[in-house]
């Protein structure tokens, strides 16, 4: 699919984009959200950790959700308002609880490989909900907001 | 930008040298490889020079977990030196800043091992 622009006033608008099941994937929701954070004029201090938490966020459907399985899409929808950036990503995997996740800051987790994902992204966003897509998947959304 | 990786002899201490960027994929399998091999080969005793690392994923930072464990395992030690302001944020966010030493000078990075 094509990516779909909606663009509203100037800088403001969104756009949707379909994308494939692979790495590539990662990078180029990064570009698409970095681009839409300077356009809303978030701190250029902030947008490496927003894009960390995005790369987190597509990681996770790509590797975990869709399992790089090429009948299977990652969804990204990007919203740039007046004050927020808000992000849409979904996948067509079988779906997880947040709070099946174990803490990756308990003592007993600290040196586990893996886990920290979510952790990077609840600390670089000012919103983070994950829940079920329908008919099949996860879909998490993230916001990060122009400081008062 | 891809991750790079050479390593050179500081006394008996093995600096390896990274830039780039250790993300899930090539880079942070690379990492895991040149880390497993010179544990295998015997080096005890490594400091990890991130100066020119850019960018650390989470998948990045679960390989130098793991890297660490394998040094561990096979009686050596991992350091890390010259961390920039952003990954020593992730070692913050993610408590790792109790399990890793840190340095910003290689001398004395290099001492410490004595």
């Known amino acids: 699919m094509a990516p779909q622009d909606h663009t509203a006033a100037a800088g403001t608008g969104s756009s949707e984009h379909l994308l494939d099941s692979t790495l590539e994937t990662i990078d180029t929701a990064e570009a698409l959200v970095t681009e839409a954070a300077q356009r809303l004029g978030i701190d250029e201090d902030d947008i490496p950790g927003l894009g ?37 990503v979904g996948d067509e995997g079988d779906g997880f609880a947040v709070t099946d996740v174990p803490d990756p800051l308990a003592e007993e987790n600290l040196m586990k490989q893996s886990g920290r994902g979510i952790l990077l992204i609840r600390a670089f966003v000012d919103e983070f909900v994950v829940r079920k897509r329908e008919p099949q998947g996860t879909e998490v959304r993230l916001v990060k907001h122009l400081p008062q | 930008m891809s991750l790079n990786m050479t390593t050179r002899q500081v006394g008996d201490v093995t600096v ?11 880079g942070s399998s690379a990492f895991r490889d040149m880390v497993r091999d010179l544990a295998s080969q015997g080096h005890k005793k490594l400091l990890l020079n991130l100066g ?30 010259g961390l920039n302001k952003r990954v020593k944020d992730l070692l913050q966010i993610t408590k790792l800043y109790t399990v890793f030493e840190v340095f910003d000078d290689e001398a004395e990075g290099v001492r410490s091992f004595q």
Do not use: P, Q
Request: aromatic share 6%; glycine share 12%; net charge positive.
């Open chain 2, 52 to 81: 020119d690392v850019s960018y650390i994923d989470s998948s990045g930072i679960g390989e130098m977990v793991s890297g660490f464990t394998t040094v561990t395992n096979h009686g050596g030690m991992l350091k890390l030196l």
């Open chain 1, 52 to 88: 960390m938490a995005i790369r987190e966020c597509v990681a996770n459907a790509v590797v975990h959700g869709n399992r790089y399985s090429t009948k299977k899409k990652v969804y990204l929808k990007v919203w740039v308002g007046e004050r927020s950036l808000e992000v849409l």
């Open chain 2, 16 to 26: 390896i040298d990274a830039s780039g960027r250790i993300t899930l994929g090539e």
